[in-house]
């Protein structure tokens, strides 16, 4: 079956400007989850949404967004970008909770210039 | 809150040695853990994860783990390495739904 996709794979912005990422999960998984990953900051979780409905997140400014739709596709918003948001953005999909497994996309390479 | 630690930045092995990536972590219940791999521009790909039952746990590409709760520690092993494992090595403990937290990453070089 197909994997996680994002959607796109590369992205340069300017600082200020806004940019919408997407994932499309698993086929039949409900929940979504987003990370950035800097060389400086490691791997940090920003949100989960299950089922359409936000159900963690993590430490990130408000600036930073998202929403799953009802066919469990999800998008992340970052509005007024700054320099220190350029990171890879991963996607993960799994069925349900942790105890199913997480299958990660190839991420979203975002530039901020 | 719950954090794993990866002591190791760098690692570099001979092809066909073994190796031990170091993780300890701190969580306040049993843990769930995971050990994931990602190669240059890549996502990450899931190498095993322990929930609960048998400490040892095996995983994909000959790796395994195992599980030690007084030491807070998950250490994952291969007794042989190849060249194709050169990449970088992340633990995570997992919380409430799916929120995973990621140590720092440990990045495996392979020498010929």
């Known amino acids: 079956k197909a994997g996680v996709t994002q959607t796109p794979r590369y992205l340069i912005k300017t600082r200020g400007q806004q940019v919408t990422l997407s994932c499309s999960p698993i086929?039949?998984?409900?929940?979504v989850s987003w990370y950035q990953q800097t060389p400086g900051q490691g791997l940090q979780f920003l949100f989960e949404y299950f089922s359409e409905t936000q159900r963690n997140k993590g430490n990130f400014p408000g600036r930073f967004s998202g929403r799953q739709f009802s066919n469990s596709r999800s998008e992340m918003n970052v509005s007024t970008l700054e320099l220190g948001d350029s990171a890879l953005y991963l996607c993960?999909?799994?069925?349900?909770?942790?105890?199913?497994?997480?299958?990660f996309g190839q991420g979203t390479r975002l530039t901020v210039v | 809150a719950q954090s794993v630690t990866q002591p190791d930045i760098h690692i570099t092995v001979s092809e066909g040695a073994s190796l031990e990536l170091r993780c300890n972590y701190s969580y306040g219940a049993t843990p769930y853990l995971f050990w994931y791999v990602q190669s240059p521009g890549q996502g990450l790909q899931l190498l095993l994860k322990y929930f609960s039952g048998d400490t040892l746990v095996q995983g994909i590409k000959g790796f395994e783990a195992e599980f030690k709760r007084s030491q807070s520690s998950f250490n994952l092993r291969k007794p042989s390495v190849h060249w194709s494992d050169a990449a970088e090595y992340f633990c995570a403990v997992g919380d409430t739904g799916n929120m995973l937290t990621f140590g720092g990453g440990t990045r495996l070089m392979v020498k010929p």
């Open positions: 086929s039949g998984h409900r929940s």
């Open positions: 993960a999909s799994s069925f349900r909770d942790m105890n199913t497994e997480a299958f």
